[in-house]
């Protein structure tokens, strides 16, 4: 049985993210999970990421996971399908690891056709890049540098084969947001790019205009009655895009740099269509 810790909102002996995500959600795990529909039929998170709730949230229903970036979405499949293969690679970056190697591993993950192979290299380089962050240029290859680290765990065999179990019977797309399909009674967790922070996951960006399209998005996923729970920065710019719905702010730890000093606390928001029955009106979407 999946048991939540009330404490830190994080469960149990239970498959962790496998890749680590700029933006990810661990110090408001406890208040998203606190402000998810008391029901709900399936469950949709179309910028996957690190997989922020999915990992976390109790479902029974159909899940759907999807996100823009090809190479996470291979490492997703890989992981469900063709787990002990990727860490069988994994095994082999792990004995050659070196800056060299890392260097080639780079190129490396834009050439290659070999799925399991993309998959071991996304999750090599993000275990051994600058603070464990993906980001690309303009013609979408990766351009992290290597990071600092005296012995980093490339290879947790334990996790990605609980991460595959979990993953078994999930649908796994690489789509844009606006692609999705939910239905009536599914819920939608959207994690997108925060407004004024770094975009570059791929060579596209996210800025202003994408913003306002994810805006009028959640709209239409509300008049066709689909819950849904956003997180974004707290601008005024966000406030007035997500005008009428039900928007409260939490503090979350922020990295603004590598050192430690310069990390702080900073508000944001988080933004639904529905209010739960234990905060008075009854789990509905708001009108």
Aim: overall charge positive; proline content about 4%.
């Amino acid at each position: 049985m999946r048991q939540i810790d009330p404490g830190h909102g994080a469960l149990h002996d239970v498959a962790r993210p496998f890749v680590k995500w700029a933006g990810g959600k661990r110090s408001i795990m406890g208040d998203l999970l606190a402000r998810i529909p008391d029901t709900f039929n399936g469950y949709f998170e179309p910028f996957a990421g690190g997989g922020a709730l999915f990992w976390n949230i109790p479902r029974a229903g159909k899940a759907q996971l999807s996100d823009i970036n090809a190479h996470l979405v291979i490492a997703y499949l890989m992981v469900r399908d063709n787990v002990e293969e990727v860490i069988s690679r994994l095994e082999y970056h792990k004995q050659h690891h070196s800056k060299t190697y890392y260097a080639e591993a780079r190129q490396k993950l834009s050439d290659t056709q070999d799925q399991a192979e993309a998959a071991s290299l996304l999750i090599y380089l993000n275990k051994t890049c600058y603070n464990g962050l993906y980001r690309v240029n303009k013609a979408g290859i990766f351009n992290v540098p290597i990071g600092r680290y005296e012995d980093p765990k490339i290879v947790d065999s334990s996790n990605l084969r609980k991460c595959s179990m979990f993953l078994a019977g999930v649908d796994i797309v690489q789509n844009d947001f606006s692609r999705i399909n939910p239905e009536k009674g599914d819920f939608v967790y959207l994690d997108p790019p925060y407004h004024k922070t770094f975009s570059a996951y791929d060579g596209s960006g996210f800025g202003d205009k994408e913003h306002e399209e994810l805006a009028a998005f959640c709209r239409r996923l509300d008049q066709n009655g689909v819950l849904f729970m956003l997180s974004n920065s707290d601008t005024p710019f966000i406030r007035q895009l997500y005008e009428g719905f039900n928007v409260g702010d939490v503090a979350a730890s922020r990295f603004i740099s590598c050192k430690g000093s310069r990390r702080k606390k900073a508000r944001e928001l988080i933004i639904r269509n529905y209010v739960r029955r234990d905060e008075g009106q009854g789990c509905q979407v708001l009108k």
